[in-house]
């Protein structure tokens, strides 16, 4: 199983970037995508979930209302697009694959991607 993710890069506070992550190696229908991410000198810390069966999505806080998660079930990837961008997003993002529990945030992924960085400047 290889989860790899890719898009990250500089951008200026206020830009937009999005990030993908394409799943391979076993069927992720049951599952649950998530995007988590790790700052410099942080914990990782839960960013969006995604349920690949229905869509159903979810955000933490910091986020809300500027990333948007997706999934394109062809393609096998799961998406992150972010726009409005502040300095305190600048993270190593991590994408990850689990079954569900009680939601679609995952506490014990089975699976990790290897992470991109995003650097947004002030």
């Known amino acids: 199983v290889q989860l790899q993710a890719s898009g990250g890069g500089l951008v200026q506070a206020g830009g937009s970037l999005s990030l993908s992550c394409a799943a391979s190696?076993?069927?992720?229908?049951?599952?649950?995508m998530d995007w988590f991410r790790q700052a410099p000198g942080k914990e990782r810390e839960f960013v969006a979930a995604i349920s690949w069966s229905d869509g159903s999505t979810y955000y933490a806080d910091s986020v809300k209302g500027r990333f948007t998660i997706s999934r394109d079930n062809a393609k096998n990837t799961v998406y992150l697009q972010m726009n409005s961008l502040k300095p305190e997003d600048t993270a190593v993002y991590y994408c990850?694959?689990?079954?569900?529990?009680?939601?679609?945030?995952?506490?014990?992924?089975?699976?990790w991607g290897q992470g991109t960085l995003v650097t947004v400047s002030s």
């Open positions: 190696g076993r069927t992720f229908s049951t599952y649950a």
């Open positions: 990850a694959a689990g079954v569900p529990g009680h939601t679609i945030v995952l506490v014990t992924p089975d699976y």
